[in-house]
């Protein structure tokens, strides 16, 4: 008895020295919080090619899987030796990763040419498109001249802003100390960048091959803290946050894909102009769940209306067509549910963390906060059942109170 009550009083202890301890950490990270800032900066600029590396894994763990699994089945007639056979198969799996990400670089290199020729032909032309699309307001405008010179005024001041922002900002003469000095930056910028790169794809190839083991050696200390029931639920919360996390990231990523290259095939049908400038945009910015399409749309027909104000209504309505092929048809069959999100939380999501993190935040925003309403709904339900209370959520809809003896609804 007396040694049951002193590791209680051992356990009570512990917990309240945990707590002031925390306590104490949570005031000096708010009383230092700059300070904390610019050191998690540091950190993620020293570990920069281990998130690179880290990602990269993370991506191509599909292919590596894949690739894995089916050189393995093809060695077993050949080779009895599991240990030699699973050497064989890795090293097969990492080089077809390294070959698919090669793959993807030179199409970016190769995708960079037009792209630069697009934004060059886009910069030199504004003055004439700008003319031409004047031309086309006032003749739509020729029965309304009430409203005409009010809108070729607005128009033209936008036209003057944009040309004088751009010859500011391309004038290298009256700025040539800023000049190098910001090319200077950038060229550091980049190679730093490459470098990160570069051993960020050396750290993948190191990751894609021992996953396995850092997952069971993470499984081992999960079973080393907790007990048996509480570890069990904590892998299996682990591989949901997985689920949610690879099947909508790299599910949006295919999707995004897919999307790119329809619409590149059906606006060269169409013959619109800027049309792998366009295709880039609607793609990339398609990765942003809800906004994205608005988010590519946009300046995409910006660009169609100064180079061809007759094709902008053709090309919003064959984004609209594209857009609509995606979340009905192809987004569905690629994503599935992977995130169990309603619309608005969707769109909550995205609001919350694009603003707390930027664009990052409007991409990886949807899976993170699928993850926090499972968690949090599970946690509800556990809390419930406790209470002898139902889970049902319509159960709860036109409720006054429960009767705290019977535990029975009243309405």
């Not at 033209?156 to 040539?176: A, F, R």
């Amino acid at each position: 008895m007396n040694e049951h009550k002193f590791r209680d009083y051992i356990y009570w202890g512990v917990t309240a020295v945990l707590v002031i301890v925390t306590c104490i950490a949570a005031a000096l990270v708010f009383i230092r919080w700059k300070t904390v800032c610019l050191g998690l900066k540091n950190l993620n600029r020293i570990l920069s090619p281990i998130i690179y590396g880290a990602i990269l894994a993370y991506l191509l763990t599909p292919i590596y899987n894949r690739v894995y699994r089916w050189t393995d089945r093809l060695l077993t007639p050949y080779l009895k030796r599991g240990r030699k056979k699973h050497g064989m198969a890795k090293a097969v799996a990492t080089l077809a990763c390294i070959a698919f990400l090669g793959v993807v670089i030179m199409g970016l290199v190769k995708l960079s040419e037009p792209l630069r020729a697009s934004v060059s032909g886009i910069i030199n032309s504004i003055p004439a498109s700008a003319a031409k699309v004047a031309l086309w307001i006032e003749t739509l405008l020729a029965n309304y001249p009430d409203i005409e010179p009010t809108v070729l005024s607005l128009y033209n001041q936008g036209v003057e802003k944009l040309v004088s922002w751009l010859q500011t900002t391309t004038d290298i003469l009256p700025n040539i100390e800023k000049v190098i000095t910001s090319i200077f930056a950038s060229i550091m910028g980049i190679i730093n960048l490459v470098k990160n790169v570069l051993i960020g794809i050396i750290v993948m190839v190191y990751l894609l091959n021992i996953k396995e083991t850092l997952a069971a050696q993470g499984k081992k200390i999960i079973y080393s803290l907790f007990s048996l029931p509480v570890a069990n639920e904590v892998v299996e919360k682990w591989r949901f946050i997985h689920r949610v996390f690879g099947g909508f990231i790299i599910g949006k990523i295919w999707d995004s894909v897919i999307i790119g290259i329809l619409t590149f095939v059906w606006l060269s049908v169409l013959k619109m102009p800027y049309t792998v400038l366009i295709s880039v945009i609607v793609g990339v910015t398609n990765i942003i769940p809800f906004f994205g399409p608005f988010i590519g749309a946009v300046p995409s027909a910006v660009l169609v209306l100064l180079a061809d104000p007759k094709k902008c209504l053709w090309f919003l309505l064959s984004i609209l067509a594209i857009q609509q092929l995606d979340g009905n048809i192809i987004g569905p069959k690629i994503l599935g549910n992977s995130t169990g999100l309603s619309s608005f939380w969707v769109l909550f999501s995205i609001l919350l963390f694009g603003g707390i993190m930027g664009p990052v935040g409007m991409i990886i925003g949807v899976p993170t906060f699928a993850v926090i309403y499972r968690l949090t709904a599970e946690w509800v339900n556990w809390r419930l059942k406790k209470r002898e209370l139902s889970t049902v959520t319509d159960d709860y809809g036109d409720l006054k109170h429960i009767d705290e003896e019977k535990k029975t609804f009243v309405r």
